[in-house]
């Protein structure tokens, strides 16, 4: 599993272990039944406190992506395809949006930019 931690983000560290792991099950890299490395194991590699990882380990138990099984470890669950859909859903809304404020600070007009949307999405 391949995490890479950016220290210099504003964004807080478990968040960013959150937001990588939702990608890998998302994106079909991490599959139902996978085994996540041990807390112990993700802290000492990626250097990092096991508390930070163990608080991204229960958001994301808490969202319904994972499920601990006290001794054995942290196994990705069988994917509510509602919940992938709704996270694949919110990345594009996400990405819209920076889009939109980018033509914004461009001094574009909201007719501007949903022409320019529209052209694109008829290629």
């Known amino acids: 599993m391949k995490i890479i931690i950016n220290n210099s983000s504003m964004q807080p560290i478990y968040e960013?272990?959150?937001?990588?792991?939702?990608?890998?099950?998302?994106?079909?890299?991490?599959?139902?039944?996978d085994n996540l490395p041990s807390v112990r194991s993700l802290s000492k590699?990626?250097?990092?406190?096991?508390l930070t990882v163990k608080k991204a380990y229960d958001?994301?138990?808490s969202?319904?992506?994972?499920?601990?099984?006290h001794g054995k470890g942290t196994y990705v669950k069988g994917a509510?395809?509602?919940?992938?859909?709704?996270?694949?859903r919110k990345e594009v809304e996400t990405d819209l949006e920076m889009a939109i404020q980018k033509?914004?600070?461009?001094?574009m007009s909201d007719e501007e930019i949903s022409e320019l949307f529209h052209l694109i999405m008829e290629e």
């Open 45 to 50: 590699e990626l250097k990092i406190s096991a």
């Open 103 to 107: 033509g914004r600070r461009c001094n």
């Open 80 to 88: 509510n395809q509602e919940i992938l859909k709704e996270e694949q």
């Open 63 to 69: 969202e319904g992506f994972v499920s601990t099984i």
């Open 16 to 33: 960013q272990l959150i937001e990588q792991i939702k990608t890998m099950i998302i994106h079909g890299e991490l599959k139902e039944n």
């Open 59 to 61: 958001n994301l138990e």
